[in-house]
């Protein structure tokens, strides 16, 4: 208490607000995310080290959002084993059961998370759906995007062709054999 009170005097009141603001956000960002999806699964940005994570916001009623399920389950179903996850947040929604029975119909291969606005605050804002976060393997976010995002789009930034995991190196190398 003695340390804050003399920062305090030593600093006018908008310096130290602004000091106390950038604490608290560089704290937000490296705690990452935790999120549970429909299945019981937690998911948390630092488990996920040494792989891309695209954490897309969806609703139901949103027709961009929709167009953009085939192209994140094609990625994920290419990549979940190598270098990708993707997680899609539902937000903005009356009856969760309707929404995973809505992801299943629109062959939703990735984890869905019922989302909220708790859930939502730990990326920031969002306002817009579908959002999409972007985090590199080293759990940096890289890409922030308001508005669809397709597929090229993420293999432009993340590269065209999967890195193998160390396994499937060792198995594809022995069928060539």
């Known amino acids: 208490m003695g340390y804050i009170r ?15 603001l950038l604490t608290c956000v560089s704290t937000a960002t490296a705690a990452g995310f935790t999120l549970r999806d ?3 699964m937690q998911h ?3 488990q996920y080290r ?5 954490v897309n916001f969806w609703a139901t009623w949103c027709a961009p959002c929709i167009e ?15 270098d990708l996850v993707v997680l899609g947040v539902a937000l ?17 291969s990735y984890p869905l998370v019922l989302g909220s606005d708790r859930i939502a605050a730990q990326f920031g804002t969002v306002k817009v759906l579908p959002s999409s976060f972007l985090y590199d393997p080293k759990g940096k976010l890289v890409l922030r995007r308001i ?16 890195k193998a995991s160390a396994p499937r190196a060792a198995l594809n190398s022995r069928r060539s054999d």
């Open 6 to 20: 003399k920062v305090g005097r030593s600093l006018s009141g908008p310096v130290l607000l602004l000091a106390l």
């Open 38 to 40: 429909t299945d019981g």
């Open 44 to 46: 948390r940005l630092e």
């Open 50 to 54: 040494g792989k891309w994570v695209l």
């Open 68 to 82: 953009e399920i085939p192209e994140l389950s094609g990625l994920y179903d290419a990549r979940k084993d190598a």
């Open 92 to 108: 903005e929604y009356a009856d969760g059961q309707a929404v995973i029975d809505f992801a299943q119909s629109h062959m939703m």
């Open 147 to 162: 508005g669809p995002l397709s597929r090229d789009e993420i293999e432009v930034i993340i590269g065209k062709q999967p």
